[in-house]
């Protein structure tokens, strides 16, 4: 390699975490890590880390959309965190069930589960409820509209929280996780319980399977 190669090396920095990080999130050049008790650690490219702590208890689920950072702890509440450390109360469950998933959607829309039961916040109005045949294994919003996919047993149901239309159910046996919408919305996928993804395309629930790995598919 040439001697004028910069190394990544050079322009690291260690972070004393002081606990098991769970995750990690970009908000602008900010860094936040999720600690697995209580706390979000957040390191910005300059200037002093700050250690927050946001719930009471195991931090069991966290997303980002790069402004907000969403933790969903096993004390029953849902908390959005920004880059600057100001931290705010989304939802409670009246049930105090622990937060199995959290999602970020459009225009500021938060989702959460617990559970069967899925819960999306959208950027201005009040929180909607959807219930599922089973405990809810994953989250995610597609790319356009306020659509959410929940993923559950025997496959995932699309839902419009501002619709009255009852929500559309994709079925296919087994347990199903981490649903994820192709960029263009076209496609869900979802992990098995099973080292299989199954996918359905969205217009006319035709399915698709992808088999042959050696593990369980975890992102």
Same mark, same amino acid.
């Given at each position: 390699?040439?001697?004028?190669?910069?190394?990544?090396?050079?322009?690291?920095?260690?972070?004393?975490?002081?606990?098991? %990080?769970?995750?990690?999130?970009?908000?602008?050049?900010?860094?936040?890590?999720?600690?697995?008790?209580?706390?979000?650690?957040? %390191?910005?490219?300059?200037?002093?880390?700050?250690?927050?702590?946001?719930?009471?208890?195991?931090?069991?689920?966290?997303?980002?959309?790069?402004?907000?950072?969403?933790?969903?702890?096993?004390?029953?509440?849902?908390?959005?965190?920004?880059?600057?450390?100001?931290?705010?109360? %989304?939802?409670?469950?009246?049930?105090?069930?622990?937060?199995?998933?959290?999602?970020?959607?459009?225009?500021?829309?938060?989702?959460?589960?617990?559970?069967?039961?899925?819960?999306?916040?959208?950027?201005?109005?009040?929180?909607?409820?959807?219930?599922?045949?089973?405990?809810?294994?994953?989250?995610?919003?597609?790319?356009?509209?306020?659509?959410?996919?929940?993923?559950?047993?025997?496959?995932?149901?699309?839902?419009?929280?501002?619709?009255?239309?009852?929500?559309?159910?994709?079925?296919?046996?087994?347990?199903?996780?981490?649903?994820?919408?192709?960029?263009?919305?076209?496609?869900?996928?979802?992990?098995?319980?099973?080292?299989?993804?199954?996918?359905?395309?969205?217009?006319?629930?035709?399915?698709?399977?992808?088999?042959?790995?050696?593990?369980?598919?975890?992102?």
């Amino acid at each position: 390699t040439s001697p004028n190669t910069p190394s990544v090396v050079d322009k690291t920095r260690p972070v004393a975490a002081g606990a098991p %990080v769970v995750a990690v999130h970009f908000l602008d050049r900010t860094a936040a890590f999720v600690l697995g008790e209580e706390a979000l650690l957040l %390191v910005p490219d300059k200037g002093e880390e700050r250690r927050l702590v946001i719930h009471a208890g195991g931090i069991l689920s966290a997303a980002s959309d790069g402004t907000w950072v969403v933790t969903g702890g096993d004390d029953g509440k849902v908390f959005v965190t920004g880059q600057n450390g100001d931290s705010k109360l %989304v939802a409670s469950d009246a049930k105090h069930r622990w937060i199995d998933h959290v999602a970020t959607g459009p225009d500021g829309a938060v989702a959460w589960s617990a559970g069967k039961s899925a819960y999306v916040m959208p950027g201005k109005g009040d929180p909607r409820s959807l219930d599922v045949p089973s405990t809810v294994g994953g989250l995610a919003f597609a790319p356009k509209g306020l659509r959410l996919a929940v993923a559950h047993y025997n496959g995932a149901t699309l839902w419009f929280p501002n619709a009255k239309a009852a929500a559309e159910l994709l079925e296919w046996k087994g347990s199903h996780h981490d649903p994820a919408f192709s960029p263009d919305g076209r496609f869900l996928i979802t992990a098995m319980q099973e080292p299989t993804l199954h996918g359905w395309r969205v217009v006319d629930a035709k399915h698709m399977r992808m088999s042959g790995y050696s593990a369980r598919v975890r992102s």
